[in-house]
């Protein structure tokens, strides 16, 4: 039981920060607590599928020569997939701060409930 | 000719990505409209040229570069797709035609060629989603679809639009965090990316030990895709951000954005899950359940909207509720069905927002009723356009809806395990659609409030889209049968590969 | 009632529709805000507390779901995992053949899988215009004479010594991409930061006086369409049968590999133009 456990680590542990991170961006009402948890959460998945990409005993796949063999290096389409997701990644965040910092500019606040307050005020005044 | 057809979708996603580039160098306005809509124009002709190739010669696979099939990446094309990447580019610069004078009254000159750019990524997004053969590339092409239709509502600029586009990619990033999971999921159980390889992957795996994660996997994926098309626990986004937005936004994303994603889960279902290995994982039980109840609550919450472009997006959850009901029915009919509802109430929903949107016009841009109550004879042909909209969604004979309801009917009549229930709220939400649009067409067509006076513009291209939109509307209520069948035809082949 | 209501016109209800899961009571008592938080301090609603703990149990759930569906799955490190296929075996024995790269994963996300690459360099540019969109000016502000901004003696005279060597190796990493670990991306990365290091240290004034915003766009829109010219002619190409890629070259040497050495360059000025305007976005906010 410990032994899985410990075999499985890199999971447990990218799924506990999957879930914290979720938590975050969904419950919290401070709007950059909310981009730090949307951060956890997809660094998270990183996590996953890096460690999907892992065999043991195997080197990154800078290929020696023409006609390597494939019992020695690892599998190079984790690492691209990884690699498309930050760059994903970095693009939601940077729109969701500029959102914030336009939110913050028009209404003063960071907490989104007072934020969707007032904003409910504008609609019904309209 | 056929090996340069099978370039077109390529060229199509290609060709709208360097139009948007273009519209951001060149800073006017006048010219990024129309670099778009000859763009649009010129993808949807291609559609059209992939839709008749590809019911002569059967569905092709396109290979990107030299390398085939589980090394390279492909795109592949049936009918099916050609259809939908000919009618959702084309709704798309419709809405944008008909909303045009709300769009350059509300969003300042210099934020429009950023705003027109990101209609054109936004375009090139959908068809990379309906054309691709690999997850990993749906899942970029999702995340460029969410930035860019995040752009579409936060360009106005105002308050409540940025609070709207907030909420909206908050839910667009819970979605795609679970896709991605689903994928990763998916990804180490079976090693591959492309559908058709995946395919063959899980018939193979499903009966052994990897029966739990597959089914895990689907079901993120599916959670994932139905937060972004806003099914029923999840659609609390939608309401406002179809609401705040410009009218051409709201119309672009009501009708094409959020079936985009609809589509891909029936490529999904059809193509990688085959529906043997859907339905022992009870998968459609779900969607059943899920899209009554936002048919129910959708409609039930529209009733008593007083801004009348927030009722016409509960409208949008309710039939959203519809396609997933359809689809949940378990059936191929049943997805032919959704398929025929997605068509229809992508311009169905267009015609409805850009009318909203020019009667508002004529009342100073207000939105409630009580301003609205009149205003159709002021821009008659406005409210003849949402008239013939709400008419459709309730289902009456010789309009576009009639066709899916009828369609809806008839494959819960084949499937035979909810005949009952279906029919029951199937009579239950036209009740409840005519209930919410029948006032509210009768409100716009009363006598306006004394000492009221309305603006007459005239507006060109509103007539033009919407003129189009009726026509497609009324061939669409008479001849649904044989569009049905060609419907049936391209979702068959979706299953055959 | 509602319906007679309605035709007349009078109904004014409105109702809330904003979740409330995206308003719920932070149980955290000593927040420090920016703002004042009076209003929050001693709102303890007992169904928010509810609500609270049933999203943790929903969390712990779906971590346990995960735990045992990874359970079902290949062990971490396993040489028997699906990942280990035929499609990755021929990526490691046959991409120096194919693509001429020596780094596999540049072989693989530029030749097997460019169309990915393709879709994220667009993320990137979609993000760059929404944010430009956004945070963009209606009237650019004059420059106050290109003076120096910060006075921090210690970064500039840092930044003075370390700035080529930055540069420098960013652009090693951006053209050394198909040889060794390195690429697009991260060379990108790191001249983007080394821009956002000159920005902070010499003031971000001087920097956008050259590098404005029009000027990121226009380089970014033109490695954007190269990259998608290439590709285009590769793909149609391809599909027409011929190769017509240029010659791989010499294995190891910096010119070989077809087209990768062009698409990291693209890429690499898209990703470090992506970062600098998200930083030069906001750091002309503050001035």
Known sequence: MINTVIEMRYEIASFILFAIGLICLITDKHLIKKIIGAGIMDSALF??????????????????APGADPGKYISPVPSGLVLTGIVVSVSTLAALLALTYSLNKKYGTMMIDEIIEKAKQEVKDS | MTSFVNNLPMLSIFLLTINALFIVLIKKTEISRILLYVSILLVSAFAVLITISTLNNGAFVYVLGHFPAPWGNEL???????????????????????????????????KLPGYYASVSLLTASMLAIIYTNDIFTAYVFIEISAITACATVAARDDGKSTVATIQYLVYGIVGSGFLLLGIAILYRSTGHLLMSSLRESIAKVFTGTARLPITVSFAFIALGLAIKSALFPFHNWLPWAHAVAPTGSSAI????????????????????????????????????????????????????????????????????????????????????????????????????????????????????????????????????????????????????GFGVKYAIAQSALEGQSYFLLSMLVLGASSVLNALYYVPAI???????????????????????????????????????????????????????? | MFLKLWIDGDISTYDESYSPLLAMDDLDENTDTFDSESRHVGKKNPSH???????????????????????????????????????????????????????????MIFDYRAFDTFGESTVLFSATVF????????????????????????????????????????????????????????????????????SAAYGHARVSAFLTSYLISLLMSFALLVYALIKAFAFVSAAVGEN????????????????ILP??????????LTVFAFYSAFAALDE
Not at chain 2, 97 to 106: C, N
Not at chain 2, 447 to 474: A, C, T, W, Y
Not at chain 3, 244 to 259: D, E, K, M, R, T
């Open chain 1, 47 to 64: 996590l996953y599928l890096a460690a999907g990409g892992y065999t043991a005993g195997r080197v990154a796949p800078i290929l020696a």
């Open chain 2, 76 to 110: 592949r094309a049936g009918p099916l797709e050609g259809v939908m990447s000919t009618v959702l580019p084309l709704v798309v610069a419709l809405s944008l035609m008909g909303g045009q004078s709300e769009l350059l009254a509300s969003v300042s000159s210099k």
């Open chain 2, 253 to 400: 994303l009501s009708g094409t954005v959020i079936k985009v994603y609809i589509i891909l889960l029936i490529k999904l279902i059809f193509s990688v899950y085959s529906f043997e290995v859907c339905r022992q994982m009870h998968i459609f039980e779900v969607f059943f359940v899920l899209g009554l109840l936002g048919m129910t609550f959708g409609s039930i919450r529209a009733l008593y909207q007083s801004n009348a472009k927030r009722m016409a997006a509960f409208s949008s959850v309710a039939q959203v509720g519809y396609i997933y009901m359809a689809l949940g029915l378990g059936t191929v009919g049943g997805a032919v069905a959704a398929c025929l509802q997605i068509l229809v109430h992508s311009f169905t929903k267009a015609m409805i927002f850009s009318s909203i949107g020019r009667l508002s016009e004529s009342v100073h841009h207000k939105l409630d009723w009580v301003s609205l109550r009149g205003s159709a004879r002021s821009v008659p042909f406005a409210g003849i356009v949402f008239t013939l909209g709400g008419l459709s969604l309730c289902g009456i004979p010789t309009l576009a």
């Open chain 2, 442 to 497: 009768l409100n716009v067509w009363n006598r306006p409030q004394v000492g009221e006076e309305h603006i007459k513009v005239r507006d060109m291209g509103f007539l033009l889209s919407s003129s189009i939109f009726i026509l497609l509307n009324i061939f669409l209520g008479i001849y649904f049968v044989p569009v049905l069948r060609f419907v049936a035809e391209g979702v068959n082949m979706l299953g055959s590969f």
């Open chain 3, 49 to 107: 507390r509810i609500l609270y703990f049933a999203v943790i149990l929903a969390g712990i759930v779906l971590v346990s779901q995960l735990i045992l569906t990874s359970y079902f799955m290949p062990r971490f490190a396993s040489p028997d995992s699906p990942v280990n296929n035929e499609v990755t075996a021929r990526y490691v024995k046959d991409g120096v053949r194919d693509t001429g790269a020596i780094n596999a994963v540049s072989g």
């Open chain 3, 131 to 198: 944010v430009l969109m956004l945070l963009g000016r209606s009237k650019p502000k004059k420059s106050r004479g290109l003076s120096l901004k910060s006075n921090d003696q210690m970064l500039r005279s840092t930044v003075s010594v370390f700035a080529p060597f930055i540069t420098v190796f960013g652009v090693y990493l951006v053209l050394n991409g198909h040889l060794s670990p390195g690429g697009g991306f991260a060379g990108g990365t790191v001249l983007g930061a080394m821009l956002i290091l000159i």
């Open chain 3, 244 to 259: 017509l890629l240029p010659v791989h070259g010499n294995i190891g040497s910096i010119y070989s590999a077809g087209f």
């Open chain 3, 263 to 272: 698409l990291n360059i693209c890429v690499g000025i898209v990703v470090s």
